[in-house]
Each structure stands twice: as C-alpha cells, then as structure tokens.
C-alpha cells in the first residue's frame, strides 16, 4: 500500500461536462474512443450512459433546464391522471358486464 500523505481526490464532472460527453460519445464510433479523447475512463461514460437511460436521471431534475423540467412535471401530471381514468373505466366495465349478465 502506498504512504502518500494526500489520498488521491475524486474528480467531479459538472452537468455540461457529462452532457458533451454523452453527445460526444453518441457522435463517436465508440464509448472508449470517446472516453479517450475526453481524457476519462470508459467505465465511468459507460455509467452515465446507463444513468441517462434511467428514470432515475430524469427524476432528479437539477440537470434539467426549467422549461423541461416543467413539461416534465406536466407529462407526469398527466399520466397519472389517465392512469386514474383507466381504473375508473376498468370498474365501469366490470360493473356492466356484471348487471349485463342478469
């Protein structure tokens, strides 16, 4: 094991930075020569990659820009509300079919 008086610090990457990545990498012909060029490791682009793929990312909304992240807030809104929709007809139709059947 090493004795070096400073343990070596993580280097932490900005918003902007991991999305020039991620359009860098997409734009490549491979993650790894990506990573290279942006001086990275391969594994950590891969770890956004899949992070981007998430709902998780999408969730965290401080990457997002306002307008964004309000149609996303808009979008989910609205999901729920069809979801709720959809049960309401599901008992209907089940209510129906139940008095049809009589």
């Given at each position: 094991?090493?004795?070096?008086?400073?343990?070596?610090?993580?280097?932490?990457?900005?918003?902007?930075?991991?999305?020039?990545?991620?359009?860098?990498?997409?734009?490549?012909?491979?993650?790894?020569?990506?990573?290279?060029?942006?001086?990275?490791?391969?594994?950590?682009l891969?770890?956004?990659q899949?992070?981007?793929?998430?709902?998780?990312?999408?969730?965290?909304?401080?990457?997002?820009?306002?307008?964004?992240?309000?149609?996303?807030?808009q979008?989910?809104?609205?999901?729920?509300?069809?979801?709720?929709?959809?049960d309401?007809?599901?008992?209907?139709?089940?209510?129906?079919?139940?008095?049809?059947?009589?």
């Amino acid at each position: 094991m090493k004795d070096s008086p400073h343990p070596a610090k993580r280097r932490r990457y900005d918003a902007t930075f991991r999305t020039e990545a991620l359009r860098l990498a997409g734009e490549s012909r491979s993650t790894q020569a990506a990573a290279r060029a942006l001086n990275i490791s391969p594994k950590l682009l891969y770890k956004w990659q899949k992070e981007a793929l998430t709902p998780v990312a999408a969730a965290r909304g401080a990457d997002l820009d306002p307008a964004t992240a309000a149609e996303l807030r808009q979008l989910r809104a609205l999901a729920r509300r069809q979801a709720q929709e959809l049960d309401i007809l599901k008992k209907a139709i089940a209510i129906f079919s139940a008095t049809d059947s009589l």
